[in-house]
């Protein structure tokens, strides 16, 4: 089945302890991109990568790392995790970019 | 600054009412992309469109590029359409709405 998959699906954590969100699509897409959504703020862009070794950052990318050393998997790294990343993070695939994105079930993070 | 501006951000239909959702844009783009989020949370991409409309069973998109609008259309909603619709625009990178919460009675 063809689909973009994240792990954890929830996570409580403390400020400070460095952690590691997954991504991974079977589609051999080369587009893939990190959000997070906050009530009152819709969806925002952390960092994108339009292809393998090629990322860069979107609109919100302070206190966040990502790295594309193979086309399937695109993780989301916290260095050192805050309250004020308190989110819902989804990832994302297409084909190219733009393009229909396929979206992971997202990620619920809490940092206390 | 937004980018993107839905309207209106809540809406209650009747089922069987024609539904209309709008989206404003301010910038140059290369395409507007509607998405759908279900009350567990998963985000599913409905249309990509770059002029013009497209149409999928009860669900309509349309663009006017002069006017950076787009719109929404659900006929003969139902009580299934409830979801929070958003509204996205790629120029170099992903800019979206806040989302339209819509609850259509039975």
């Known amino acids: 089945e063809a689909q973009v998959t994240q792990n954890p699906r929830y996570l409580i954590t403390v400020t400070g302890k460095k952690l590691t969100v997954t991504c991974s699509q079977n589609?051999?897409?080369?587009?893939m991109s990190w959000y997070r959504q906050d009530p009152g703020l819709g969806l925002r862009q952390i960092y994108y990568?339009?292809?393998?070794?090629?990322?860069d950052k979107g609109d919100v990318p302070e206190g966040y790392k990502v790295s594309r050393k193979e086309k399937r998997n695109f993780p989301l790294i916290l260095e050192s995790p805050s309250p004020n990343q308190t989110s819902l993070y989804f990832c994302?695939?297409?084909?190219?970019?733009?393009?229909?994105?396929?979206f992971g079930p997202g990620t619920r993070l809490t940092v206390l | 600054k937004n980018e993107v501006e839905q309207s209106p951000q809540n809406l209650t239909a009747q089922e069987g009412e024609f539904i209309t959702i709008n989206c404003s844009y301010s910038?140059?783009?290369?395409?507007l992309h509607w998405l759908q989020q279900h009350p567990g949370g998963g985000i599913v991409s409905l249309f990509m469109?770059?002029?013009g409309k497209k149409k999928h069973g009860r669900l309509i998109a349309t663009i006017n590029i002069q006017e950076k609008h787009s719109s929404l259309h659900i006929t003969a909603s139902h009580p299934r359409d409830s979801a929070v619709y958003i509204c996205?625009?790629?120029?170099?990178?992903?800019?979206f709405g806040t989302g339209t919460s819509l609850t259509v009675i039975p």
């Open positions: 994302a695939s297409s084909l190219l970019f733009p393009d229909t994105q396929y």
């Open positions: 589609m051999n897409h080369e587009y």
């Open positions: 990568s339009m292809n393998v070794e090629v990322t």
């Open positions: 910038v140059g783009i290369s395409a």
């Open positions: 469109l770059s002029s």
């Open positions: 996205g625009i790629t120029g170099n990178q992903f800019y």
